[in-house]
């Protein structure tokens, strides 16, 4: 298939917004007589304007050619064999032009088979992420329509939707996530399949899952992406307790502090809140219709603390999405330490105690959350925020 290509006067990339060692990486190996091009999320975000937060590389280079040309390489992943080349802190992903099996109805389990491009964009998700870009001739190179469907704001799976979810179910996820992220519609035939096949997201590795939960707690879309996974019956497969409170009190009671939570990442591009605390943020609503209180000076401490037991426990463990020990331990600490934060509107005192807990600026995190959802946590706020800032060591 021959594939549409688009000149410079025909797409905005701004060659410059393209990190420069990702185009000297592309140079070399292109002088070494490979292909290579950018691909995926990095192309995406560059035609829509934004900065890619990576740039992956797509190459007809095997990993030991790569290897071969870049000190600062590392060959990582078995069944997926990848390239990862270091610059500082930075890490470009490289990967040879792989053939995937599109036509077959498992999930994907021969992955190292070489391929040309129009093959390596063909096992892509989504049409939006299956573009090339050349930076040498400064052309898009379209072999999925992506380019209509990104000016359109439109989301296609690359190939019948039913098959490529039954394939990888993760793509659901990642529907809902661009869908989310961008306000871009969904293709009729995609919605429809994702709805026919919700269940297969258990067939899934939870840990991929559950990474790409927690990426869009971070992402400043987290609330229309939960509304989304509640709305296509994906919440009550992943977080069971979570869609239960949701019928109970309603979806906008439960979600209201992702609306905060959003704003901070939207406000801190390059700030995240930590992850146990927008898990955390997640539950702070049933506990507060639980005792229905917004704060918790007159709730004794063995209330709160079986009251927080009761919704973790079931969501710890009846949810297809595990999290760690440490994580469980963590959002408990953080949500039963509002109880003696909020000791401090009776007695107006600061437990100095609370100031040298190693996790305490965790539970401030949470603190600083409801005081954005309760005008009258403002000042309690910020007098630990206060307190805690002069406990800090001088360094
Ligand atoms: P983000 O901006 O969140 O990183 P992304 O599209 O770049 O979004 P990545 O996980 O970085 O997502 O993946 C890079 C590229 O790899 C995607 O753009 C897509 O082309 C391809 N890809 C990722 N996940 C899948 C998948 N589950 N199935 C098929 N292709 C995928
Ligand atoms: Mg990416």
Redesign the pocket.
């Known amino acids: 298939m021959q594939p549409h290509i688009y000149s410079q006067s025909q797409h905005n990339i701004p060659q410059e917004r393209i990190d420069s060692d990702a185009l000297f990486v592309i140079d070399r190996l292109q002088k070494a007589g490979h292909t290579a091009y950018l ?4 192309v ?2 560059l035609l829509m304007g934004l900065y890619p ?2 740039f ?1 590389i797509s190459t007809s280079a095997k990993p030991e050619e790569i290897r071969r040309l870049f000190s600062n390489c590392l060959l990582i992943g078995r069944r997926f064999r990848l390239a990862h080349i270091r610059f500082g802190k930075k890490t470009f992903e490289v990967s040879t032009f792989r053939a995937g099996d599109t036509a077959e109805e498992s999930l994907i389990l021969r992955d190292n088979i070489w391929g040309v491009p129009e093959e390596d964009v063909l ?3 989504f049409t939006i ?2 573009l090339f870009y050349d930076p040498q001739s400064a052309e898009v190179i379209d072999y999925v329509g992506g380019m209509h469907d990104l000016q359109n704001h439109f989301l296609r799976t690359i190939g019948d939707a039913n098959v490529r979810f039954k394939q ?1 179910p ?2 659901m996820i ?1 529907l809902l ?1 661009f869908r989310a992220r961008f306000g871009f519609a969904i293709d009729e035939s995609a919605w429809q399949a994702l709805l026919d096949n919700h269940l297969e997201i258990t067939k899934s590795s939870p840990a991929r899952v559950i990474e790409e939960l927690l ?1 869009m707690l971070e992402s400043g879309h987290a609330l229309s992406f939960f509304t989304l996974l509640e709305q296509t019956k994906m919440l009550t497969i992943l977080m069971r307790t979570l869609d239960e409170e949701c019928k109970n009190m309603g979806k906008k009671e439960l979600l209201a502090y992702l609306h905060i939570v959003d704003h901070f990442h939207k406000q801190h591009a390059d700030e995240k809140l930590d992850r146990t605390v927008l898990l955390a943020a997640l539950i702070f609503p049933i506990i507060e219709k639980k005792l229905g209180k917004v704060s918790f000076e007159d709730v004794s401490f063995t209330t709160i603390l079986k009251t927080t037991e009761s919704i973790l426990d079931p969501l710890f463990h009846q949810s297809f999405v595990q999290f760690t020990k440490r994580q469980r331990f963590l959002v408990e600490f953080i949500l039963v330490m509002q109880q003696r934060f909020d000791l401090t509107l009776k007695t107006s005192k600061i437990l100095p105690r609370l100031l040298s807990h190693p996790e305490k600026n965790i539970a401030i995190q949470m603190l600083f959350l409801r005081s954005h959802s309760h005008e009258l946590l403002r000042p309690l706020y910020r007098q630990w925020k206060e307190a805690s800032r002069q406990e800090a060591p001088s360094s």
């Open positions: 691909v995926g999320g990095g995406r975000d937060k990576d992956d096992r892509r998700d992420n299956g990888d993760v793509r990642r996530k990426r």
